[in-house]
């Protein structure tokens, strides 16, 4: 019979493999698990106060509160004017598009009316001649129309004239006119002179008003004949007066000069 070996060899190996991992150290992977924690617990602790360098010093909560609110009070009026310009171009932007589509009429704002057609028209329904001058070239109308006088208003007909120099006269021909009527286009302004033209007595008005205050009337001629009040009012040089009044020499003459 043969004689059986020991199996205590393979124990001595496993042993001598232990002794092996001890000397080479724990196994590979625990040392950067352990530096990971320890960055970890690093990232965690308290960072030191930053130090401003105006101050030398960290910040206490009150300074930093502060500056925080000044930050967002700047930002807050920065966003204010940046909106409001912004809202200003658009506006500017809006308007130019607006200019550049709508259409523009290149005809004279200054419209040219005529009178003497429209007095024509008007003849019929009143029982005196109405009067319509001819004047010289350069001179135009820019507004006629015959004011029936409801209400109890005092009828007229009326012509709005505009001179070579774009000068105005207003002409007024009204009917059974009373001295309330003329008080009214004439505000507190008494006859200064009369004035003798083309045969025809007119009363001359002047406005004492503060030139601020005068509007369109600065000059004035009046005369009666029949029923009819002539009142010539406006801004333009006695000159120009004086021409109407001549052209209208005629129809006064018709309703009884004075």
């Known amino acids: 019979?043969?004689?059986?070996?020991?199996?205590?060899?393979?124990?001595?190996?496993?042993?001598?493999?232990?002794?092996?991992?001890?000397?080479?150290?724990?196994?590979?992977?625990?040392?950067?698990?352990?530096?990971?924690?320890?960055?970890?617990?690093?990232?965690?602790?308290?960072?030191?106060?930053?130090?401003?360098?105006?101050?030398?010093?960290?910040?206490?909560?009150?300074?930093?509160?502060?500056?925080l609110a000044e930050n967002s009070r700047k930002y807050r009026s920065h966003k204010t004017v940046n909106n409001l310009v912004l809202s200003l171009l658009v506006t500017v932007g809006a308007v130019l598009v607006l200019v550049l589509l709508v259409p523009r009429n290149d005809n004279p704002i200054t419209r040219d009316?005529?009178?003497?057609?429209?007095?024509?028209?008007?003849?019929?329904?009143?029982?005196?001649?109405?009067?319509?001058?001819?004047?010289?070239?350069?001179?135009?109308?820019?507004?006629?129309?015959?004011?029936?006088?409801?209400?109890?208003?005092?009828?007229?007909?009326?012509?709005?004239?505009?001179?070579?120099d774009n000068q105005f006269i207003g002409f007024n021909q009204a009917f059974d006119a009373n001295p309330t009527w003329l008080a009214q286009k004439l505000p507190n302004s008494p006859v200064v002179d009369t004035a003798s033209i083309a045969g025809v007595t007119w009363d001359v008005y002047r406005n004492s008003a503060p030139a601020a205050d005068r509007g369109n009337f600065e000059y004035a001629l009046v005369t009666t004949a029949g029923t009819s009040t002539y009142l010539l009012i406006g801004t333009a040089p006695t000159g120009d007066f004086e021409t109407l009044a001549t052209a209208l020499a005629a129809n006064v003459a018709k309703n009884g000069a004075p």
């Open 113 to 164: 009316v005529d009178y003497a057609s429209i007095a024509a028209q008007v003849q019929p329904v009143v029982d005196h001649p109405l009067a319509s001058p001819e004047l010289p070239d350069g001179w135009s109308a820019n507004d006629a129309e015959w004011q029936a006088g409801t209400n109890g208003q005092v009828p007229s007909w009326y012509i709005g004239l505009l001179t070579p």
């Open 1 to 67: 019979m043969g004689t059986r070996r020991s199996p205590r060899p393979p124990l001595r190996r496993m042993a001598d493999r232990r002794q092996s991992q001890t000397r080479r150290g724990p196994p590979r992977g625990h040392g950067a698990h352990d530096r990971r924690r320890r960055a970890h617990q690093m990232s965690r602790a308290p960072k030191p106060p930053r130090i401003v360098a105006e101050l030398g010093r960290p910040e206490t909560p009150q300074e930093t509160a502060d500056r």
